[in-house]
């Protein structure tokens, strides 16, 4: 019998898709686009997207855990092709008190999920 994952956070897999939206100097929403978090730190993401990012570009991020979403407004660091996708470092900008208690969590699940899988 298979057993069912009894984790109170989402899967790994789940756990790295996010969306994004690009906002323009004077604020405006721009591409709405979705990516994947290749890995995460209280300050900041690597994340891969399927069209490129320019560096310093803001972009408002949407994560999710358990039952609450983060928004939060980043700007590239630096970008790089990679296997036909692109890999960008996006360092945070805003984050509200909440929200950064609530994404302390996600890194930890991420963290966590990740050793995880490399130790199996």
């Avoid at 990516?35 to 209280?42: A, C, H, K, Q, W």
Wanted: glycine share 8%; aromatic share 8%.
């Amino acid at each position: 019998m298979k057993q069912t994952e009894q984790r109170r956070f989402i899967r790994y897999d789940a756990l790295h898709l996010l969306d994004y939206v690009t906002l323009d100097e004077n604020g405006n929403t721009g591409d709405y686009s979705m990516g994947r978090t290749i890995d995460v730190s209280i300050d900041g993401i690597k994340l891969e997207t399927t069209s490129p990012l320019k560096v310093d570009t803001r972009l408002l991020i949407t994560v999710g855990l358990e039952d609450d979403l983060v928004d939060l407004e980043g700007k590239t660091t630096h970008t790089a092709p990679h296997n036909g996708r692109f890999i960008s470092g996006v360092g945070f900008l805003k984050i509200s008190k909440d929200g950064r208690r609530i994404f302390a969590k996600y890194v930890e699940a991420f963290r966590q999920r990740k050793t995880e899988l490399e130790n199996q």
